[in-house]
């Protein structure tokens, strides 16, 4: 009889494991499903068995950065001040990336040539974005902003991308306070400039 094979559900939850753990820990060059396997105590067929190559792992890796950072910003339930509770995403996003970022480049970069999102990938990041629109159709609706709230959505997570890369990198200052200070500004920047008289921010 031929041998059983052991590609279980258990066995791809612990490849998964395996693979963030060290994408978190030695990094994006140092990443091989060799190593991966071994993480996991399994072999490179089981691993490429379960997700088809290294970039089926790493996409399934893109997938989990989301559900990750869904439920955290599922987390907060929402007040009666719609402002804040945007203002709050974009911290949740900033603290994500913070705590998380190398598989926040491989969410909203393209570190590895095996793995570039298709449109069918990047759907993944819908319910993230969502919650951004979400938040500005409040304000809008509150009158605290105007505009078309999907504009502004990918505006304010555009910052917040750019701003959580700039403060991994350590471009946002020396002091805790400095960076701190400097996101405060940046986000009130954007939500103000969408508030109602100020200069329509469409052109």
């Known amino acids: 009889m031929p041998r059983a094979k052991l590609r279980t559900p258990e066995l791809r939850d612990r490849v998964l494991r395996a693979a963030m753990t ?48 869904r439920r955290r910003l599922e987390e907060d339930a929402p007040t009666d001040d719609p402002r804040a509770d945007l203002v709050r995403v974009v911290q949740v996003f900033r603290a994500f990336v913070l705590e998380n970022p190398v598989l926040a480049e491989v969410m909203f970069a393209r570190p590895f040539a095996e793995f570039d999102p298709g449109a069918e990938d990047l759907r993944s990041a819908a319910a993230v974005r969502g919650f951004f629109v979400g938040g500005v159709e409040r304000c809008v609706a509150a009158g605290r902003m105007s505009g078309d709230p999907t504009d502004a ?22 002091s805790q306070a400095s960076a701190d200070r400097r996101w405060d500004l940046a986000i009130r920047a954007v939500i103000d400039g969408f508030a109602p008289g100020s200069a329509d921010p469409s052109g």
């Open 22 to 69: 060290m994408l978190a820990e030695e990094g994006v060059t140092a990443f091989t499903a060799r190593k991966v396997a071994q993480g996991a105590g399994t072999s490179v067929p089981a691993v490429y068995e379960l997700f088809g190559d290294k970039a089926g792992l790493v996409r399934e890796i893109f997938f989990e950065g989301f559900r990750r950072l």
């Open 153 to 174: 959505a990918h505006v304010l997570l555009a910052l917040a991308q750019g701003m959580a890369a700039q403060e991994t990198a350590g471009w946002l200052g020396t």
